[in-house]
């Protein structure tokens, strides 16, 4: 039976604990309370990692940095495998506790697992340097009746450990997605073979966009320039593609160069090439050459490209070699192009060449019909049919309520941070990050309404009103009005304002 005292401080510890979510604090105090309570020379916490390792984080009520252990390694690795507590009266023989670092004058020593719902979340060990020490199953009978009234704030820190692991995971992909994208190279080749073609997905069911689509085909087939335009992240590289697989030209190369990736130099060599190293355009003979965002091009590469497209001769960066080339060029636009040229900024001649064939790309907010199949593609790409996750009602309801201002791109990072955080089959709306709903601004028109008024009237309504706006003052008013101060009080006297004699 607990004293008052006891219980008291197990409430407090237990309040403390429900007012912090972050794990330093959490097991530190956690120590704290049961080092206190014991009275023995150490009592530590080691936290159990979602991969089954193990790693010291407070001793004695303050936080410690240790090192990792393996999956089933040391006394916390076996508590923590095994789901249930383990003691050792004799450490040093113990072939469990044996090999696990403690002081040397630790005699005997008890660990618990804190759990909540069969998830170890730690485990806490109390070391006792006392040689008649020994523990029993009265201790962890007492150890885990105080783990029971802290109940509520384990089950909330197993929650946020949970969330943390999954926050961290989906950040490591991201970051090993971003290093290699950094890594590789600054345009993509590939072979245009039915299959590389087959597997670039195009999603759309909204009519706008499938209209799109059969347009484009139709202008695949004639080999002249191409010029997308569209929002950034509407699809306009995977629809140029698609249209180079559809060409007569799909079994030539598609090269896609990010005009945006690298300064003027670097990019001068990445299209045309030095000596000793093929550019984009070469890379492209024979295929199509996809210019991504040309509007982000400096004139002097405009003029190079032109040059390329009109004599079919693409000339090195470093001036060293020439070389006769056959090749699509498929640009994309996010800025008008047109309103560029006005603006000096894009060279009219390109423009003309490659607006030859013009698409433009609609946004997601003008195709909202397409949102839940690009979701549900985007859920499950890569997934088992029996493994599928689904979208729920109110969930839609959310994703088509939002305007989407990074369009597809946008929609394919949060469906895909779903895919990896929740775990449960069904994304509801509570697992979609806040979604701002765009505020629609409507015009309120007033509608004046006409009265018909004698020129006399509207003459002395406003001279009324500027002798009021002006505070009486005559001399001013009458040169507001831009007339004298006579024909004023004249006006004034016919208004029955004044009398005869001060006019």
Avoid at 189 to 201: A, C, L, M, W, Y
Avoid at 438 to 451: H, P, R, S, T, W
Wanted: contains cysteine.
């Amino acid at each position: 039976m607990k004293s008052s005292t006891q219980t008291l401080e197990l409430n407090t510890l237990c309040t403390q604990l429900l007012s912090h979510l972050d794990e330093t604090v959490f097991f530190s105090q956690m120590s704290g309370y049961f080092f206190q309570l014991s009275s023995e020379h150490k009592v530590q916490v080691f936290e159990v990692i979602s991969d089954g390792s193990t790693r010291l984080v407070a001793e004695n009520g303050h936080s410690i940095e240790g090192s990792i252990l393996a999956k089933g390694i040391g006394l916390s690795g076996y508590v923590s495998r095994m789901k249930r507590a383990y003691w050792s009266n004799n450490v040093k023989r113990d072939p469990i506790t044996a090999h696990s670092k403690r002081d040397e004058v630790v005699e005997s020593e008890l660990a618990v697992p804190v759990m909540h719902e069969g998830t170890v979340i730690a485990t806490i060990h109390i070391q006792s340097s006392k040689k008649d020490r020994s523990f029993s199953e009265k201790d962890v009978a007492a150890i885990n009746e105080d783990l029971k009234a802290l109940n509520a704030p384990i089950r909330n820190m197993r929650l946020y450990l949970v969330a943390r692991h999954m926050a961290r995971e989906l950040e490591a992909k991201l970051t090993l997605r971003e290093q290699e994208r950094i890594a590789g190279p600054k345009y993509d080749i590939k072979t245009g073979s039915q299959d590389n073609g087959e597997r670039v997905n195009l999603i759309a069911v909204s009519k706008s966009m499938l209209e799109t689509i059969a347009i484009s085909k139709k202008l695949a087939l004639q080999d002249f320039p191409m010029l997308l335009d569209g929002a950034h992240g509407v699809g306009k590289k995977i629809l140029a593609r698609k249209i180079h697989f559809w060409s007569h030209r799909k079994n030539g190369s598609c090269v896609l160069v990010h005009c945006t990736s690298m300064q003027e130099n670097a990019l001068d060599i990445e299209l045309f090439g030095k000596k000793g190293k093929k550019g984009a355009f070469v890379e492209a003979n024979g295929g199509t050459l996809i210019l991504d965002d040309i509007n982000a091009l400096s004139h002097n590469l405009q003029a190079k490209i032109l040059r390329a497209m009109v004599t079919g001769e693409v000339v090195s960066s470093d001036n060293e070699e020439k070389t006769m080339i056959n090749v699509r060029v498929i640009a994309t636009s996010k800025g008008n192009l047109e309103d560029a040229v006005t603006r000096g900024e894009f060279k009219a001649e390109l423009y003309v060449r490659l607006n030859t064939m013009n698409v433009r790309v609609a946004s997601l907010k003008e195709r909202t019909e397409d949102v839940r199949a690009l979701a549900e593609h985007f859920l499950n790409d890569g997934r088992a049919q029996n493994e599928a996750k689904i979208l729920t009602s109110s969930a839609q309801a959310k994703l088509n309520a939002y305007h989407w201002p990074g369009n597809i791109q946008e929609l394919k990072g949060i469906m895909e941070r779903a895919a990896v955080v929740v775990e449960g089959q069904y994304i509801d709306e509570s697992h979609l990050p806040e979604l701002r709903r765009e505020e629609v601004k409507e015009e309120v028109k007033i509608e004046v309404k006409f009265e018909e008024v004698c020129l006399h009237d509207l003459e002395k309504t406003h001279i009324l009103a500027t002798l009021d706006h002006l505070g009486g003052n005559k001399t001013r008013a009458a040169k507001s009005l831009g007339i004298t101060v006579k024909t004023l009080y004249n006006k004034l006297h016919s208004y029955g304002m004044i009398e005869s004699k001060e006019a």
